[in-house]
């Protein structure tokens, strides 16, 4: 009796994974890319302010950096728009130094930046490695 079970259990299992294939196929689902890129943002140690900076990477990713940090975000391959600013947080508020710029990069490719921070404007800086 026990290994006529067996069959029924093995039908069973491809019918129900079966299934659960088909609702990832469903109109309206974005996929996953099918890579990642990777972006590399360091601070510049000589600003002339120690105010944070914060990034925000595509709208999704986002870090706040300090004099001397980094750090590594991925993110979607393609054309990705990179807002900066001046953290509000204590006097720095008063600064409101703020910038974007566009950035293209690959499926796979790792790219190294660096904010660099003056008295009146903030931006990044390519970096080679």
Do not use: W
Request: charged fraction near 15%; charge should be negative.
């Amino acid at each position: 009796m026990r290994l006529s079970l067996l069959p029924v259990c093995l039908l069973t299992l491809m019918v129900s994974t079966a299934d659960g294939a088909q609702i990832f196929e469903q109109p309206g689902l974005k996929p996953m890319p099918n890579k990642a890129a990777h972006v590399v943002f360091s601070r510049d140690r000589n600003a002339p302010t120690a105010c944070d900076v914060a990034i925000l990477v595509g709208g999704l990713h986002g870090a706040e950096l300090g004099i001397g940090e980094s750090v590594t975000l991925n993110i979607e391959a393609g054309e990705q728009n990179i807002l900066m600013m001046t953290s509000p947080a204590g006097y720095c508020g008063n600064l409101n130094l703020r910038n974007s710029q566009s950035l293209i990069i690959a499926p796979g490719e790792t790219r190294y930046f660096q904010i660099k921070v003056t008295n009146d404007s903030i931006f990044i800086a390519p970096e080679t490695q």
